[in-house]
């Protein structure tokens, strides 16, 4: 049986993707390498919003480079393919850089990768226009984004899916690569989502998060994102056991009182929500091309706090865009001491050729940018222990994921995506349970089973 070798690389759309990608493989005769040195095909599914991603991908190709050469040595063929947002945004690079790669396709080309796997490889050494080089698919121009029919591999015990119901973004805001390398906005069909729901169902499934790039920016025909919602809650109780519905990423200018409404009634409808706000500062947010002003996310976030009071509220702060001074910098600070996230992911800027902030220029010194990260990296933390250690002591439902670490405990996760870990028998992994909270190291609590 033929083995591949799959790595993925950023946000949780790539990996949704790469399941069904590994889907596809599956059904037609692959299966996964044990190890690297047994598989006969290595594929990268690749992501271009952070620098960081790219660099670790240029790595990974320099390795299975060598990999691909140890490989012909000892008479074995071992074809690499590249695929996803690198190979739509740096194809010429990549065509240049990179001749050991075998197939390159984009963004919009993933549906043809498995046909294009079918092919006879190529043979070392063969001569003609394309030997050494990457066989490009249909890069030239975009066709319409295709939502796969499955993007679970299905493997037996998996409980935690994530099922893409929205894909590419409108918005261009100026630091954000997403919209060149992903495209449109387009929402998937519903009648499409509610068949893989009961696909789901049938395979037992406890948690499904619902993603798009801004998944309530979800519109298909009359049928917006609450409305979407509302036809899929009603599935969720059918399941073997209590089923979780989550969602990722939102934005602000589409946070409906509807959406809210949903939220605040809870049940399946996890009250966990993540609303980028990205900075405290009007001017930079203008720059920044956010569409929301200070105030009116502060008056969001006030009306959840007051609407779902048992909400865990996370969010995104980009720190050091072009022009940020420290007013701008401390007007994020207040923000965050307003708001009173329970957790946020904090990065510094660097600029993405291609967008519009690419053009100005990246004027807060390196140290800076550090600097100001690290304080509200510190500021953050100090919000979310003060936030977990008002939860200490309730007794709440958990959904147990894996064995801990730590003998003996278990690992666990709450309505708000927060980690538990308390003693308990492995019978419980994949199900839910109750568990009193009792203290919290670092941000992890420890508890105890109820009764």
Same mark, same amino acid.
């Given at each position: 049986?033929?083995?591949?070798?799959?790595?993925?690389?950023?946000?949780?759309?790539?990996?949704?993707?790469?399941?069904?990608?590994?889907?596809?493989?599956?059904?037609?005769?692959?299966?996964?390498?044990? *190890?690297?040195?047994?598989?006969?095909?290595?594929?990268?599914?690749?992501?271009?919003?952070?620098?960081?991603?790219?660099?670790?991908?240029? /790595?990974?190709?320099?390795?299975?480079?060598?990999?691909?050469?140890?490989?012909?040595?000892?008479?074995?063929?071992?074809?690499?393919?590249?695929?996803?947002c690198m190979g739509?945004?740096?194809?010429?690079?990549?065509?240049?850089?990179?001749?050991?790669?075998?197939?390159?396709?984009?963004?919009?080309?993933?549906?043809?990768?498995?046909?294009?796997?079918?092919?006879?490889?190529?043979?070392?050494?063969?001569? /003609?226009?394309?030997?050494?080089?990457?066989?490009?698919?249909?890069?030239?121009?975009?066709?319409?984004?295709?939502?796969?029919?499955?993007?679970?591999?299905?493997?037996?015990?998996?409980?935690?899916?994530?099922?893409?119901?929205?894909?590419?973004?409108?918005?261009?805001?100026?630091?954000?690569?997403?919209?060149?390398?992903?495209?449109?906005?387009?929402?998937?069909?519903?009648?499409?989502?509610?068949?893989?729901?009961?696909?789901?169902?049938?395979?037992?499934?406890?948690?499904?998060?619902?993603?798009?790039? *801004?998944?309530?920016?979800?519109?298909?025909g009359e049928l917006?994102?609450?409305?979407?919602?509302?036809?899929?809650?009603?599935?969720?109780?059918?399941?073997?056991?209590?089923?979780?519905?989550?969602?990722?990423?939102?934005h602000p200018k589409?946070?409906?009182?509807?959406?809210?409404?949903?939220?605040?009634?809870?049940?399946?409808?996890?009250?966990?929500?993540?609303?980028?706000?990205?900075? /405290?500062?009007?001017?930079?947010?203008?720059?920044?091309?956010?569409?929301?002003?200070?105030?009116?996310?502060?008056?969001?976030?006030?009306?959840?706090?007051?609407?779902?009071?048992?909400?865990?509220?996370?969010?995104?702060?980009?720190?050091?865009?072009?022009?940020?001074?420290?007013?701008?910098?401390?007007?994020?600070?207040?923000?965050?001491?307003?708001?009173?996230?329970?957790?946020?992911?904090?990065?510094?800027? *660097?600029?993405?050729?291609?967008?519009?902030?690419?053009?100005?220029?990246?004027?807060?010194?390196?140290?800076?940018?550090?600097?100001?990260?690290?304080?509200?990296?510190?500021?953050?933390?100090?919000?979310?222990?003060?936030?977990?250690?008002?939860?200490?002591?309730?007794?709440?439902?958990?959904?147990?994921?894996?064995?801990?670490?730590?003998?003996?405990?278990?690992?666990?996760?709450?309505?708000?995506?927060?980690?538990?870990?308390?003693?308990?028998?492995?019978?419980?992994?994949?199900?839910?349970?109750?568990?009193?909270?009792?203290?919290?190291?670092?941000?992890?609590?420890?508890?105890?089973?109820?009764?």
């Amino acid at each position: 049986m033929k083995s591949y070798w799959l790595e993925t690389y950023g946000c949780q759309m790539n990996k949704a993707e790469s399941g069904s990608l590994e889907l596809g493989l599956q059904e037609r005769g692959w299966r996964p390498a044990g *190890n690297l040195d047994e598989a006969e095909l290595v594929i990268l599914n690749t992501c271009s919003v952070r620098a960081t991603a790219e660099e670790r991908v240029w /790595g990974r190709l320099g390795f299975f480079k060598a990999q691909k050469a140890r490989a012909a040595r000892r008479g074995r063929r071992l074809r690499v393919v590249l695929l996803g947002c690198m190979g739509e945004r740096l194809k010429a690079q990549l065509l240049a850089q990179a001749p050991h790669v075998d197939v390159l396709a984009g963004t919009f080309q993933k549906h043809l990768l498995l046909e294009a796997l079918e092919e006879e490889p190529r043979a070392e050494g063969d001569a /003609g226009p394309s030997a050494g080089r990457p066989t490009a698919l249909s890069l030239t121009g975009r066709e319409p984004y295709r939502f796969a029919a499955r993007h679970s591999p299905g493997q037996p015990g998996e409980f935690r899916v994530f099922l893409p119901i929205m894909h590419g973004c409108d918005n261009f805001c100026a630091y954000c690569i997403v919209p060149y390398v992903r495209g449109p906005e387009v929402s998937r069909d519903p009648r499409s989502i509610l068949e893989e729901l009961a696909q789901l169902k049938a395979a037992g499934v406890r948690e499904i998060t619902l993603l798009g790039q *801004n998944v309530n920016s979800y519109r298909h025909g009359e049928l917006d994102f609450p409305g979407l919602l509302e036809r899929l809650l009603p599935e969720l109780p059918q399941f073997p056991e209590p089923t979780w519905l989550r969602f990722l990423t939102s934005h602000p200018k589409d946070l409906s009182p509807r959406l809210v409404a949903l939220l605040a009634r809870g049940g399946a409808l996890c009250r966990q929500l993540h609303l980028p706000v990205q900075h /405290g500062s009007d001017r930079v947010l203008q720059a920044m091309g956010r569409g929301y002003t200070r105030g009116a996310y502060l008056s969001l976030a006030e009306g959840l706090r007051k609407e779902v009071p048992e909400l865990v509220l996370t969010t995104d702060i980009l720190i050091g865009f072009p022009g940020e001074t420290e007013e701008d910098f401390r007007l994020t600070l207040e923000l965050m001491e307003q708001v009173q996230f329970d957790d946020a992911f904090t990065y510094r800027y *660097n600029p993405r050729e291609g967008t519009r902030a690419y053009l100005l220029a990246d004027d807060v010194p390196g140290e800076v940018k550090q600097e100001r990260l690290s304080e509200v990296i510190r500021l953050q933390r100090r919000i979310s222990s003060r936030r977990r250690l008002e939860r200490l002591s309730r007794l709440v439902p958990v959904l147990v994921e894996a064995p801990s670490k730590r003998g003996g405990d278990l690992l666990a996760r709450t309505e708000g995506d927060e980690t538990v870990v308390f003693p308990g028998p492995p019978e419980l992994i994949g199900h839910f349970t109750q568990v009193r909270l009792r203290e919290l190291s670092g941000h992890t609590f420890r508890g105890e089973k109820s009764a």
